[in-house]
């Protein structure tokens, strides 16, 4: 394909203006350094389907600028999945800090402010600890709780039918209930799903205490004989996440080891002690009876409803009995 200076000159004036979001001077103050160079560009139907940096020079009348143009910060599937994944996890951790500092301000309010006489915030400072949450969340949600104004912090807890006959629940710590309940309320409703009767969905749910181990970091025989050794409910494989393939899914993958409340801190103990790492819950979660398979459509469409939970102030939780 032949090209004329005059229109690679044109083209050179849009490249000016738009390459990269910086602004340049009016085409006819730009020249094309070498046209040859663009002009190979142009004609080679690879420039159209590689997404590769290319440079072009362009000449002002004083100055030699070089322009790269490039694709998008997020490069193929796996580097769009690893983002995502990112994403999710500072989510997850930014929710954990945030219960944490509810529960602290809620313990100091009710107990006061010193660990030596409150029971219930000296046990917080432990789980603190053993979450690796950083010291300052106590000391600024302590220092919280004798502001003027603030309230305890309540826990509801709401239900909400999904799509295709999924079952959601939804944990929210509030200081302001008709608050948490309006902007859920909202959600669920902006995203397709139905309010529940309370007790309507919880019935599928038993609550237990959990240990997280990843997959990358133990063998999986060794971690069923000392769990179960240990007196451990069960151990649940992990499933397929949102943005996990088979190839590349197991740096985030995790097995959850199911104790009751009375034996977790056994299973804890039989755990660190067979040197495999592990991740502890906060307090506990929620596990389905019988998980739901729904079609592909629903599957998404309830991800996205438990997304935009996930992203109100006062939810801490959201769990759904649908199978991945």
Known sequence: MAYSFSSLRVFGS?????????????????????????????????????KKVLPLELQSSNLVRTVWTFSPLCMGRRSCKIAGRKTAQDLKK???????????????KKGGPSPISNTALAAL?????????????????IKRASEKGQEAFIEKIYEVYGYGGVGIVIEVLTDKVNRSVAAVREVVKDSGGKMADPGSIMFKFRRARVANVKVTDVDRDRLLTIALDAGAEDIIEPSM???????????????????SVENYSVILSKLQEGGIEFKPDNGSELLPTTPIEVDDEAMELNK?????????????????????
Not at 305 to 312: D, Q, V
């Open 241 to 259: 996440g949102e943005y996990d393939t088979e190839s590349d899914s197991s740096e985030s993958r995790a097995y959850k080891v199911v104790s």
């Open 94 to 108: 930014a929710k954990l800090y945030s219960k944490i500092g509810k529960e602290i301000v809620s313990a100091a």
């Open 125 to 141: 400072i432990e789980k603190v600890k053993e979450l690796d949450i950083p010291k300052d969340i106590v000391e600024r949600n």
């Open 14 to 50: 849009i490249h000016c203006r738009f390459s990269n979001g910086i602004y340049f001077k009016p085409y006819h103050s730009c020249t094309l350094k070498s046209a040859f160079l663009l002009s190979g560009i142009l004609s080679s139907p690879s420039w159209y389907s590689d």
């Open 304 to 324: 996205e409803l438990m997304s935009k939970l996930l992203e109100l102030d006062d939810v801490d939780a959201v769990y759904t009995d649908q199978k991945y």
